[in-house]
């Protein structure tokens, strides 16, 4: 028989990322040099330039980006077998403030039982959020700090490994996966990765991103509990503080 983490031990995340600087212009010189060696390759077979491709790539990468928002789901047990989510975000301009916020929520958790979940967050979420603690001098809460640990005594899941069984050539999105599943959600507050930027520095609507993060955070833990065979949460008990 299958067994899954008890639901109230998972820690539901996503991220939403932005470059450090507003555009290429801004970026410190000694980064632009650094940017410019990195993306030569793919400069040279897209035909454009590394600056062109500053606002379009920078913020996925750790080292030219910044995290913006972190949105937090926990599940919680009601009356009637019921259970409930609440999603929480971390955001703002100054990211170091909302790290140390986001490390504090972590660990308030027993380290022995806290899961932590993400979509394609093994490649993506998880190491991004350690590389900037580490970039803004903040030690590592355990249940990020994979120092001396071995596979089985890391506590990560991951939706897209999940779903991948096994196949590493498999790539499949959060959004394919709750239209696969049939979990709702508002298109108003969709915001595409690829106008995160846009929407932060150009049109300053960080309230936007946020909404549209803890959405995502939502889907997260539907899809998961479909992926696992488990009723998904009434909609009427998920709610976003």
């Known amino acids: 028989m299958k067994t899954f983490p008890p639901l109230r031990d998972i820690l539901f995340l996503d991220i939403e990322t932005v470059t450090t600087a507003a555009d290429y212009d801004a970026l410190d010189p000694r980064m632009q040099k650094a940017w410019e060696k990195k993306m030569q390759f793919t400069a ?5 330039t ?19 928002v972190i949105a937090a789901g926990i599940i ?50 998880f190491p991004y959020i350690c590389r900037r603690m580490v970039v803004n001098g903040i030690p ?24 991948k069984f096994g196949d590493r050539k498999n790539f499949t999105s959060i959004d394919v996966l709750a239209a696969l599943f049939e979990v709702n959600s508002d298109e108003s507050v969709k915001v595409e990765g690829s106008d995160v930027n846009e929407v932060y520095y150009i049109e300053s609507d960080l309230p936007k991103i946020v909404k549209d993060c803890q959405q995502d955070v939502a889907i997260l833990a539907q899809v998961y509990l479909k992926m696992n065979g488990l009723p998904a949460i009434p909609e009427e008990n998920i709610s976003f503080i």
């Open 44 to 48: 040279n077979e897209k035909n454009i």
């Open 50 to 68: 590394p600056a062109e491709l500053y606002t379009e790539r920078a913020g996925i990468y750790a080292e030219f980006g910044k995290i913006i």
């Open 76 to 125: 919680h047990e009601k009356e009637e077998d019921e259970i409930s989510l609440r999603v929480k975000n971390f955001s703002g301009v100054d990211e170091k403030d909302l790290l140390l916020d986001f490390k504090e929520l972590v660990e308030k958790f027993n380290f022995n039982k806290l899961y932590l979940c993400a979509h394609n967050g093994k490649e993506f979420d």
């Open 140 to 163: 590592l809460p355990k249940a990020l700090d994979l120092s001396g640990k071995k596979g089985w005594q890391v506590r990560h899941l991951d939706t897209m490994e999940m779903w």
